[in-house]
């Protein structure tokens, strides 16, 4: 059974930073792409950014451009958000979600951690 684990989420004050980390476990497939998701209180869930893991150009909603960073170690089968100028709309309960094959959508999703941005 496939999971995901995430750490990494606390509270901050803005401008502040932190590194959230997604573990995955349990694959008896390689993985296509891995993704960040975020649903801040009352919003739906919304991307936040995508990282193949064969290679290729990270992406990023607008919101976030400039400001995180996604990255991948495959040999950890661990994904990572760097967060860095966070402001008070970046507060969120923040998912990490595991695409097994090129079709659409995420397969797999971890329980999130939560990311608390105070002004």
């Known amino acids: 059974q496939v999971q995901l684990v995430e750490s990494g989420g606390g509270l901050v004050q803005a401008g502040g930073s932190l590194r959230l980390s997604c573990a995955a476990s349990?694959?008896?497939?390689?993985?296509?792409?891995m993704g960040w998701f975020r649903q801040g209180p009352g919003k739906e869930r919304e991307f936040v950014a995508a990282?193949?893991?064969?290679?290729?150009?990270?992406g990023y909603a607008d919101s976030v451009k400039g400001r995180f960073t996604i990255s991948r170690d495959n040999a950890k089968n661990t994904v990572y958000l760097q967060m860095n100028s966070l402001n008070p709309e970046d507060t969120a309960v923040y998912y990490c979600?595991?695409?097994?094959?090129?079709?659409?959508?995420?397969?797999?999703w971890g329980q999130g951690t939560q990311v608390t941005v105070s002004s």
């Open positions: 990282i193949s893991w064969s290679g290729g150009t990270p």
């Open positions: 349990g694959r008896t497939y390689r993985s296509y792409a």
């Open positions: 979600a595991d695409r097994a094959s090129s079709s659409p959508g995420y397969d797999y």
